[in-house]
Each structure stands twice: as structure tokens, then as C-alpha cells.
């Protein structure tokens, strides 16, 4: 069933679990989650971003999604890291249950601002909306103590954004990055911070970049020709440690795509005479369906459907 993300979320930060959230190009990645979240009984959240909306067509997903949300597992379709606003508009219109709007770059005053013209075409919908305040990047990414500060998530700073804006969730920065290599030494979130914060913010909190770059994945991967080097992601540690503090929504991309170019390089590797997509793509489907499951098994959402 289609259910917005506020839906998920407020149950998941008040029982101490985290809904995941996995991006989706296609109907490769789309099926792999679906078919996970029905063997694990997890809620889920299938977002899809400006570049995904771009590359498959917003109807293509629209259609696909209300599909994967026909049966008994309670769907959320999300757009994520919304910056356009007219890209919002149009997913808001064509049936997305959420989205995000991402003015962490903005100055303030035109995030809370553009943040607000979201919420009201979301409330006159029936949707949900997640806003962002600070920045998604590594912590090692600044180099004095002052410059991280500015970067990520004010405590005091999040509670005014929260209150003035009256988002269903905020996403923060503790110190995760985006993509496959998050930590130039070792891996570290700002958990303090994430405890200040959820003390003065009840909304569902979400976490970026969260992906753990998997050993066995990559070590699949590199074994197949992938060159990844010093590829590392978040520890599970930590992802526990945020779910304790107020994490209600985990966002996944590389650990999929991750799971996606292991089978397939596997898959052209050891089939050299198959040519039918279909055979080539099933050791990167059931890979990436792997990793989701572990996800929600990490998360705690596994059962809650
Ligand atoms: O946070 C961003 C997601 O990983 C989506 O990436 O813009 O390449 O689709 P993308
Ligand atoms: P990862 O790159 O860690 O998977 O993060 C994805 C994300 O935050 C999508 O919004
Ligand atoms: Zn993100």
C-alpha cells in the first residue's frame, strides 16, 4: 500500500527503529527491494532523485512504483535531494507520497523559505516533506574544528528550522558523505551532535550517505575487475548508534549500486557465451536483493510491515 514517509517514520523513531530508503533508477533495483521488503515484512521507501526522474522518466517511475506499492508492504515514493522546484511540483502532482527538499546549499533564509512553498503543495496533497539543514560531507572533509562546526547541523539551529518550516523530517549532518569513499581515515560520526540534536528536534531525523561499502561486495567486485581503492562507508556500529538517537530514515544508494556492478561483473566473467540480459542481470538482482535484506535486518525494520 502507497503511505506517505511521515506514516513510517513517526512509529520507527518512537520504537527505536529506521525505515531504509533506497534509491532507484530502474526496474532492476526496483524488483531487487520490492522482493526484499515482502521476504523480510519491512516497510520501505523507493526514492528516486533529480538524476533518476532525468534518466527513467517521472511517469515510468510513477507507474512502476504505485506497482511495487499494489501489494501488502507499506511503500512511501519519494523524491530525493529535490532542488528544482518545479521537479517537486510535478512528482507531488503525478502521485509521490514525499519529498525532499534539499536547500542545504541555500542561506538560510531561502531554505526555510523554499522549504515552506514545498510543505504547502505537499499538505494540500496528503504528502510528506523532509528538509535538510547542513551539510552531507565527510567529517575529515574540514580541516579545523571551526570549519566543521560550520558545516554540519547546528542543534539549536535545526529546532528553528524545524519549527518554522513544519517538515515530517529532517535530514542532518554528523559527518556521512555520499558515494563510496566517505572517510579519508577512520570512520567516525559526530554522535554527540546527533544526541543534542534529538533532544531538542522530535521529528523523525533522517541520515544521508549511509551506505557501509560492504568488504564482501567490494572484494566481489575487485575480484571481477572493479577498481575501488580506499572505498569506505559508515560502520553498522554507528548506524545502530543513530537509530538510538532519533535515525528514523537511512538512506541507501552505493551499497546497491555497489551490490549491482559486483553480479554484473561476475555475471559477464564467468558466462562468456550468454547474451540474454536477463541471465547476465540475475546475479547482481539477487545481490542486490541480499544487501537490502541486511539493511533491514541492521535497521530494525524487518517484521514491521
Ligand atoms: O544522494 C544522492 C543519491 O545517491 C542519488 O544520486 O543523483 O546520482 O542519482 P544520483
Ligand atoms: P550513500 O551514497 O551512502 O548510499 O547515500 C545515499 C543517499 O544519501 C541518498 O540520498
Ligand atoms: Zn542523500
Known sequence: ????TKKLLVPARAKKYAVPAFNVNDLE???AVMSAAEKMKSPVIVQTSEGAIEYAGLDYLVAMIR???KGKIPVAMHVDHGKDLKTIKAALDAGYSSAMFDGSSLPYAENVKKTQQVVKWARAKGASVEAEIGAIAGIEDFVSV?????????????????????????????GTAHGAYK???????????LKKIAKLVKVPLVLHGASGVLEDVVKIAEHHGAKLGSARGV????????????????NI???????????????VDEMP??????????PANLLMREVAMRKMKLFGSAGRA
Do not use: W
Open 29 to 31: 533495483f526496483l524488483k
Open 183 to 193: 572517510f579519508k581515515g577512520k570512520t567516525h560520526l559526530d554522535i554527540d551532535r
Open 67 to 69: 506497482v511495487a506499492a
Open 1 to 4: 500500500m502507497l503511505v506517505t
Open 273 to 282: 557465451k550468454v547474451i540474454d540480459p536477463r541471465k547476465l542481470m540475475e
Open 146 to 174: 571551526e570549519e566543521k562546526d560550520a558545516h554540519l547541523t547546528n542543534p539549536a539551529q535545526a529546532l528553528e528550522f524545524a519549527k518554522e518550516t513544519g517538515c515530517d523530517a529532517l535530514a542532518i549532518a554528523i
Open 253 to 267: 544508494d552505493t551499497d546497491l549500486r555497489l551490490a549491482f556492478t559486483a553480479g554484473i561483473r561476475e555475471a
Open 235 to 250: 560502520l553498522d556500529s554507528d548506524i545502530k548508534q543513530a537509530i538510538k538517537y532519533g535515525v528514523a530514515k537511512i
